[in-house]
């Protein structure tokens, strides 16, 4: 259950509004605290006693690094001028600023020693992280070894090792393959759709087509996830049938994406066609740019910071894995 649910709360709302603020929720007894909370969350909403995100970011080499550190300074939040990198060399041999700021690189050799310190240094530290699929567990693993709430954009790896992993570690963390909140919706859409009328495209047939920048390695993570809710709509696909554009060309003159977009872009398709070719349905999602991304990881942190206040605030445990989809359904995009 989230803590921080949005809903018609009735005739208690005022009273619970009130119980929280007069008399302190510690003070209401435990079984009653998870119905208080949500005064809290009007009252913490309402209030700047959230202790704000420090963000660090990882890896600020990256594309979406660069933006996520931008989408924070934008945000006025403050950027941890740290960021874990790829190696021990690149650390020693390469420097780098974020808006006037020195940023210190530190390497997976070096990590482990000077965390403490940034921990102490920066005591409302999330960390986010951008990096890149072969390196996804060693990553999460990093991050729960240090009990170091994060949120992690970075696809592939093996995700329900990664998300059982994470939910046992009751480290606080939002784990999602897309941090745009309108291909979020899209995505919430087709999960809802298949909770409430699972196989209703039985028999049709699917084609995904997926065009990123050409340095894009894995298949990506949104198609994977889309394909998920298609197939408990009876679609019988393989994650291995999506078919990747990568080349240049091709992405201009079949997928229509712009030129000044080949470096950075995600477009989707979705075909669906029934057994006999008489019905067709077709969807696309077309992304350019990383902005829409970046915007939706600093939602992400400052509700993560939200659930972290509400559970210390309330004293009960309450869940630490959350994903993009609940960050969205708290009303917690900007
Ligand atoms: N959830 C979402 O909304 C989105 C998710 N993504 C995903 O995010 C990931 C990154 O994408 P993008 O930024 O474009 O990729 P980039 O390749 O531009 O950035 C990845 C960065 O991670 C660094 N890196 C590699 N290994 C390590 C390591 N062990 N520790 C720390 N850093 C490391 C790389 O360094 P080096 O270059 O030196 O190897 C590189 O700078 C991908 O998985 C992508 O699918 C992307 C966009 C949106
Ligand atoms: O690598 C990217 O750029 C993106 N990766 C994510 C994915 O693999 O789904 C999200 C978006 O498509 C951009």
Known sequence: MLLHQRGVWGS????????????????IPRSQR??????????????????????MVNSMTGKMGQAVADATRRAGLQLVPYTLCASDVAAASKSMTADGQQIELVGPETRDAVI????EQYPNLIMVDYTVPDVIHSMADFYVKHGTPFVMGTTGG?????????????VFAVIAPNMGKQIVAFQAMFEQAAASYPGAFSGYKLRVIESHQSTKKDTSGTAKAVVASLNDLGLNFDVSQIELVREPKQQMEVMRVPESALGGHAFHTYQLVS??????????????????????TVDACLFLAMQMHLAKELD???RTLYNMTDVLRAGAMR
């Open 316 to 318: 009960v445990p309450g």
């Open 116 to 119: 403490g310190a940034i921990k």
């Open 12 to 27: 208690q709302k005022q009273q619970l509004h009130r119980g929280s603020q007069s008399r302190g929720l510690l003070s």
């Open 158 to 170: 093996d995700r329900m090792r990664l998300l059982c992993e994470v939910d046992a570690s009751n």
């Open 275 to 296: 057994e006999d070719g008489s019905v067709a349905f077709e969807f696309k999602h077309n992304v350019v740019g990383r902005a829409t991304y970046a915007e939706g």
């Open 34 to 55: 998870h119905a208080s909370c949500k005064g809290l969350v009007v009252q913490a909403l309402k209030s700047s006693e959230v202790p704000k995100p420090q963000i």
